[in-house]
């Protein structure tokens, strides 16, 4: 047995040309700068997920598991059309910069970084501002499950995240600052969207409806949802039925960066421990 298998070695060995190993190499230089690339984006999560199919397939296929290795391979196939559906922008900028010659510089990589980061910069501070003059807001921001059904209740916006357009929309007296705002992949999908109230009735005495409806919606799904007081400029977070008032500006940077820069994904769950630990 054992000099079958030193056999099979040596002959693997032999077989094994320097193309091969220029070949792996490059590869692994590729996978090494895509990895830089999308670390602090949201692509990251999505590569992570192919990448764990892609040695569950491997091993599936090393064990002779024929309808296993199937499956997943399927799935890989499914799965890239699926990230270059999700991707488009960052596969345009990526192909842009490959035609210049500098897909690999530290500008590439930074501007990769600061779109989700501006994005952060640009909510913090329409959220920030509208609490200081008590614009009432209420922003939900989508992630795993779907909310087609709520968006399809207001008006479609598909517009890019910026303070004055959250601002404008939420100011008083204007068509669409009555109901929520949908925010899908850094994008306004949709504002003036109806949501379910949460039947609390403790919860609707004390606070408005605004906050009946953050608590309805993160009741049904994993969103997380925003709210800015009209009365008081308070800022309340909702996720998992839970609300948690009074967040400030610090904790809502911390909160918008595990969202769209995915940091630490363990930032909301955290905020929303010391909190509940603090009212106990």
């Not at 007081?229 to 400030?248: F, H, M, N």
Request: charged residues 20%.
């Amino acid at each position: 047995m054992a000099d079958v298998l030193v056999k099979t070695i040596t002959g693997g060995m032999d077989q094994f040309l320097w193309t091969d190993a220029v070949d792996i190499l490059i590869i692994a230089l590729l996978l090494y700068k895509l990895i830089l690339l999308t670390k602090e984006t949201r692509a990251y999560q999505v590569l992570k997920g192919i990448g764990v199919l892609f040695i569950a397939a491997l091993v599936s296929g090393g064990m002779q598991l024929p309808t296993l290795s199937w499956l997943l391979n399927s799935l890989l196939s499914a799965g890239m059309i699926l990230a270059v559906v999700l991707f488009q922008p960052e596969i345009r900028r990526a192909l842009e910069h490959i035609g210049r010659g500098n897909i690999f510089s530290k500008e590439f990589i930074g501007s990769l970084m600061s779109e989700s980061k501006l994005i952060v910069n640009e909510l913090h501070q329409a959220v920030i501002s509208m609490a200081k003059r008590r614009v009432g807001a209420l922003i939900v921001i989508e992630r795993r499950t779907g909310l087609a059904d709520i968006i399809v209740s207001g008006t479609r916006i598909d517009g890019r995240i910026s303070a004055p357009l959250v601002e404008n929309i939420f100011e008083p007296n204007t068509p669409l600052h009555d109901g929520a705002m949908i925010i899908r992949d850094g994008t306004i999908v949709a504002a003036a969207c109806f949501l379910p109230l949460a039947e609390d009735i403790a919860v609707a005495r004390e606070l408005g409806t605004r906050h009946r409806a953050a608590l309805g919606i993160s009741s049904v799904s994993d969103s997380i949802t925003i709210v800015v007081s009209e009365e008081t400029g308070v800022i309340s977070v909702a996720r998992d039925g839970k609300l948690i008032r009074y967040i400030d500006g610090k904790a809502l940077r911390d909160l918008l960066e595990s969202i769209f820069v995915q940091e630490r994904d363990t930032a909301t769950f955290t905020l929303f421990k010391r909190r509940a630990k603090d009212e106990q």
